[in-house]
């Protein structure tokens, strides 16, 4: 079975850029995650996708961050304009279904704005 | 906040002693899991365990979770150089909150 599959891998931009992250989530997999986790702490939860609805989006700093899941399937995460807080790396999770299910990461994208 | 706690933050053994990690949360909790995360890598799951479970084994690891104290903790025997990573417990039904995580080193 093929994992989630994160792309780029690594992104430099200067601050004020924009930037875009892509995210293909396992196959049959309903809910998928955007996780943002700064160097030396944990993933935080940006955005919660079940199919093509957001669930949640609490934590999302949207005059700047906007998210995507046309058709259900793939998703993108968009920053615009980027500030240097937002290096990071940027996490794609996939699960079954939205309650109580194991999460599968992709391997993320790990984003330096200079 | 949900967010759960590791302790400690850092561990460095020798290959072959076992690794206790912990893990303090707030709140009441379905289940708890727990994640490993290798360097430039994602996360990868290596157990959940239900509110009413109490000991949970896979292969080298085992997982205990004490609900009176609102903890658990992450066993792992035999140590392996491989097991260097950073270990995460996460709690939550619908939305996954982690902690900061426990890095661990294992010394050849």
């Known amino acids: 079975e093929a994992g989630v599959a994160q792309s780029p891998r690594y992104k430099i931009i200067e601050k004020r850029q924009s930037v875009a992250f892509w995210c293909n989530p396992i196959?049959?997999?309903?809910?998928l995650y955007w996780y943002q986790q700064i160097l030396g702490q944990g993933p935080k939860l940006l955005i919660q996708?079940?199919?093509?609805?957001?669930?949640?989006d609490s934590q999302l700093p949207k005059d700047r961050f906007s998210a995507e899941r046309l058709k259900g399937v793939d998703s993108t995460l968009k920053i615009q304009p980027a500030k240097l807080e937002d290096s990071a790396v940027y996490l794609c999770a996939s699960s079954l279904e939205r309650f109580r299910a194991t999460q599968y990461f992709g391997p993320g994208t790990r984003l330096l704005v200079l | 906040s949900q967010q759960g706690e590791e302790d400690p933050q850092a561990l460095s053994i020798q290959e072959g002693e076992n690794a206790t990690m912990n893990c303090s949360y707030k709140t009441s909790i379905n289940n708890l899991q727990w994640y490993r995360q290798n360097s430039g890598r994602g996360l990868v799951h290596l157990i959940l365990?239900?509110?009413?479970?109490r000991e949970k084994h896979s292969g080298r690891l085992r997982v205990t979770l004490d609900t009176s104290k609102k903890s658990s903790s992450l066993l792992i025997t035999a140590s392996r150089a491989a097991d260097t990573a950073s270990y995460f417990c996460?709690?939550?039904?619908?939305?996954?909150?982690f902690g900061q995580g426990t890095r661990l080193t294992i010394n050849p």
């Open positions: 996460a709690q939550g039904a619908q939305k996954l909150v």
């Open positions: 996708f079940q199919n093509n609805g957001v669930v949640d």
């Open positions: 196959s049959g997999h309903a809910t």
């Open positions: 365990i239900r509110s009413n479970e």
